[in-house]
């Protein structure tokens, strides 16, 4: 069964920096875009990035300059190195792999 599990969240002070990550299971990995979502309390899930299988990135506007999304093939992982974290960052946090989800995984920035 092929499947995505993202691990890395946590409780971060404004400022700091957290690196997700998102293990795969799929034979073929290296051939899927990667994508992050998030979701905040109250609000609708939004991509963050994407990275294709060629390694083409995209992202969105509020974490452009402040977010890298990354893939090690060989390993089958995707990764988001997330830097000067914001309040607003705060969300449950989301790999999807061609339409699939994982569990997520919790964001919090906070004094």
């Known amino acids: 069964q092929v499947q995505v599990v993202e691990s890395g969240g946590g409780l971060v002070q404004p400022g700091g920096s957290l690196r997700l990550s998102c293990a795969a299971s799929a034979i073929f990995f290296d051939r899927y875009t990667m994508r992050w979502y998030r979701q905040a309390p109250g609000k609708q899930r939004e991509l963050v990035a994407s990275i294709s299988s060629g390694g083409g990135t995209n992202y969105a506007d509020p974490v452009k300059g402040r977010f890298t999304i990354s893939r090690d093939n060989a390993k089958k992982t995707v990764y988001l190195q997330m830097n000067s974290l914001r309040p607003e960052d705060t969300a449950l946090y989301y790999c999807?792999?061609?339409?699939?989800w994982g569990q997520g995984t919790q964001v919090t920035v906070s004094t």
């Open positions: 999807n792999m061609e339409g699939i």
